[in-house]
């Protein structure tokens, strides 16, 4: 990997872990809310998704098939849900949709392999045009 990919991929970690720790502070429950029966999940997009209403509009939709009820919009890439656990119950006769997923969309893997691979194809394309220049500059 190259020192810039390493660069590019420290600092993708270190705002992932900013995320989760903003997070944290944001979702702090009450004991009330923690002994009412209820489970609590996080959504989050790769991309700003959430941002376009008719995209939030079909998640919260998804969504309600297993219970899910959207408390808040934290921004266009994470949304967080509360479901009472009663509602486990239906989540065998569920078809094609996870309950429990916390991605929307491309997997994050997925995504940093093709922001990586952009990233590579972009830096030959440019060495190219260079070597190119330099071959007919002569």
């Not at 989540?91 to 996870?98: F, K, R």
């Not at 991605?103 to 893997?109: D, F, R």
Request: charged share 25%; hydrophobic share 50%.
């Amino acid at each position: 990997m190259s020192s810039g990919a390493a660069a590019g991929a420290a600092a993708a970690a270190a705002a992932a872990q900013r995320l989760r720790e903003e997070e944290e502070e944001m979702t702090k429950y009450t004991d009330a809310e923690l002994q009412a029966s209820w489970e609590f999940k996080i959504l989050r997009s790769n991309t700003a998704a959430f941002k376009k209403p008719d995209v939030l509009r079909k998640v919260c939709e998804e969504e309600a098939q297993a219970g899910w009820i959207l408390l808040e919009k934290f921004d266009n890439s994470r949304l967080r849900f509360k479901r009472p656990l009663s509602a486990r119950a239906n989540d065998s006769t569920l078809i094609g949709y996870d309950p429990y997923r916390t991605h929307y969309g491309m997997a994050p893997a997925a995504f940093a392999l093709l922001i990586i691979g952009g990233t590579l194809l972009a830096t030959a394309a440019l060495i190219g045009l260079i070597a190119l220049i330099a071959i007919f500059a002569k």
